[in-house]
């Protein structure tokens, strides 16, 4: 009996040992240590495929494209049907260019492919969409998101679990968008939201605490739009990349800009 005893507990302990090991990493405890790491992980990351969802009302979109992380910043390429038909967003070194669709070119110079976009500038597409394409394209950098962490978030819940399949830890955060100033998501204007106005972030880390999943619930502040959703999904971490502005030759600008 002692010697099966003893035999049982070396088994249990081999078992133990095996989990502990493979996922040693522990939980955090406040959003500012999860954000860091998760930070961290996602620049020695430096590469993502990702996949975006925007549902918010009647507006439902779909995006997909792939990303490089640096210290610097994030460069992306994606193609999104925001708009309600393809388009084409490369963001690289802070600047947006968006593939002007075929029907329009015509108002571009040279009726070149590519134009720049931002949400201050003064051609009919900026004046437009700049403003929510720029949003759309900083929605995707995961970057972005855990800074808003560190800066307003509270950390509600952890636990290890799995997505997909795969071994995850998953978060639930409180972002008091007050506390954010000038970086509000969805396009929120500064001084949008009362004091005190949260809304709800889950985030899925890998164990490598890469994200694998980012959903930010707009319920709370998109009245009427209930279920108010942005989801992103990240994937093949440190596979290679293209990620690069377009050709000058094919930049042109708005006739009149």
Known sequence: MRRTALALGAVLAVTLT???????????????????????????????KFTTDVAAGTLVSHGQGQAKFAADGT????????????????????????????????????????VKVS???????????????????????????LAQVRTAGTLASGERTQLDGVG?????????????????PAGLPPGSVAPGTKVPLELWLDAAHRPLQLVLDLSPILKGAE??????????????VDVQAPAADQLGAFAGS
């Open 168 to 184: 995850a830890e998953h978060y639930r955060v409180d972002v008091d968008l007050a506390k954010l100033g000038s970086e509000l």
């Open 227 to 240: 279920g108010a959703r942005i989801t992103a999904r990240y994937s093949a971490w440190g596979s290679p």
């Open 75 to 114: 460069s992306l390429v994606m193609t999104t049907d925001y708009i309600g038909e393809p388009l084409e967003l490369r963001l690289v070194a802070g600047q947006l260019y968006a593939k002007v669709p075929e029907g329009s070119r015509d108002q571009v110079t040279g009726g070149k492919p590519w």
């Open 18 to 48: 095996g989990a502990c090991s493979g996922n040693s990493a522990p939980l955090f405890s406040d959003a500012r240590a999860l954000a860091d790491a998760a930070s961290a992980a996602t620049v020695a990351g430096h590469s993502a």
């Open 119 to 145: 949400p201050d500038g003064s051609d009919p597409f900026s004046q437009v969409l700049g403003g929510s394409l720029v949003q759309l394209t900083e929605q995707n950098d995961p970057a972005r998101t």
